[in-house]
């Protein structure tokens, strides 16, 4: 079984800066992804940024954060970051990490709890 613990969300002035966290806990063999999805009342949960396990750490980002939001992993961790700058208040939703590990078992999808963003105008 893994624990994610996120932590990092709040209520922040657009423009403002937020700095997610995302630590995973538990008997991990390998990590082979993790990312930040977010959601909104009465809309889907949508991928906001994710970065592939291994040494390349191959990232993707929704076209809406380009330029503006940075994810990043701590591998002696297991955690992921993602730096959130220039927010806005389209930004506002709940964050969730996601974290697609290997305990020997085959490749599970784990989530977080949800941290709260909100970002004012």
């Known amino acids: 079984q893994v624990q994610l613990a996120e932590s990092g969300g709040g209520l922040v002035q657009a423009g403002g800066s937020l700095r997610l966290s995302c630590a995973a806990s538990g008997n991990i063999f390998t990590i082979n992804f993790m990312g930040w999805y977010r959601q909104t009342p009465g809309k889907q949960r949508e991928l906001v940024a994710g970065?592939?396990?291994?040494?390349?750490?191959?990232?993707d980002y929704a076209d809406s954060v380009k330029g503006r939001f940075t994810i990043s992993r701590d591998n002696v961790k297991n955690t992921v970051y993602l730096q959130m700058n220039s927010l806005k208040p389209e930004d506002t939703a709940v964050y969730y990490c996601?974290?697609?590990?290997?305990?020997?078992?085959?490749?599970?999808?784990?989530w977080g709890q949800g941290t709260q963003v909100t970002v004012s105008s």
């Open positions: 970065i592939a396990g291994g040494g390349g750490g191959l990232t």
């Open positions: 996601k974290v697609v590990a290997n305990t020997g078992s085959g490749p599970q999808a784990y």
